[in-house]
């Protein structure tokens, strides 16, 4: 089955960084465009970011533009999500999505909390 396993999560102060990690197994990693999308306590889920298959082409919603940088190794079938210059608005479970319409199979995600 579609396995996701994020990581590299943790507590830091504003203007700090990240990097966050997803091992992907049970499907051919390297045939899917790939997303993160992010849970704040409370609220809806929000669609962060989105790779192609060959790592060429890149997205991100406008909040996080500048900041975060989406990136692939399918060759370790792995995503990443290299995050910077943090702000508390970041604070959320983080998620990496083969579909973002199917949240069946985003795994257990990887708590980013940026606080003072």
């Known amino acids: 089955e579609v396995q996701l396993v994020e990581s590299g999560g943790g507590m830091v102060q504003p203007g700090g960084s990240l990097r966050l990690s997803c091992a992907a197994s049970?499907?051919?990693?390297?045939?899917?465009?790939m997303s993160w999308v992010r849970q704040a306590p409370g609220k809806g889920t929000e669609w962060v970011s989105a790779?192609?298959?060959?790592?060429?082409?890149?997205y991100y919603t406008d909040a996080v533009k500048g900041r975060f940088t989406i990136s692939r190794d399918n060759a370790k079938n792995t995503l990443y999500l290299q995050i910077n210059s943090l702000k508390p608005e970041d604070t959320a479970l983080y998620y990496c999505?083969?579909?973002?319409?199917?949240?069946?199979?985003w795994g257990q995600g990887t708590q980013v909390t940026v606080s003072s």
């Open positions: 999505a083969r579909d973002p319409t199917s949240p069946e199979n």
């Open positions: 049970g499907f051919t990693f390297s045939t899917y465009d």
């Open positions: 790779i192609n298959v060959a790592g060429k082409a890149t």
